[in-house]
């Protein structure tokens, strides 16, 4: 599976950007994708998250401005940014866990079947 993400770029604080992740390859042994970023000297950090249950959750700093949705058809997963602040400033990164086959066997998903896209950018101005 390799992941491919796009749409970073630099706005103004409260402008909006969408980001996307396509995901190609054997796209069937996907089992979740996530959306994290880092921002400079910081740790990465889960920003939405669906899960199996196909609910998505939100890290709190982003709840209410963020949303993430999937088009199954194009195996591409969106991120729409809104109300963008100067502290979401950062590499945002796409990741998915390649866990179908473990969890129609009843195992543990192993812990390196997952994979990243290669990150995009995003800046916000004040």
């Known amino acids: 599976v390799q992941l491919q993400a796009s749409g970073g770029g630099r706005v103004q604080v409260g402008e909006s950007l969408t980001l996307s992740c396509a995901a190609t390859?054997?796209?069937?042994?996907?089992?979740?994708m996530d959306w994290y970023r880092q921002a400079p000297g910081e740790a990465r950090e889960l920003v939405a998250q669906?899960?199996?249950?196909?609910?998505?959750n939100y890290a709190d700093a982003v709840q209410g401005r963020f949303a993430m949705s999937r088009d199954g058809t194009k195996n591409t997963v969106y991120l729409q940014m809104n109300s963008l602040k100067p502290e979401d400033t950062a590499v945002y990164y796409c990741h998915a866990e390649l866990c179908v086959i473990a969890q129609a066997m009843g195992v543990p998903c192993p812990a390196d079947a997952e994979v990243w896209g290669q990150g995009t950018q995003v800046t916000v101005s004040s």
């Open positions: 669906t899960t199996s249950a196909g609910v998505t």
């Open positions: 390859g054997t796209v069937d042994g996907i089992s979740a």
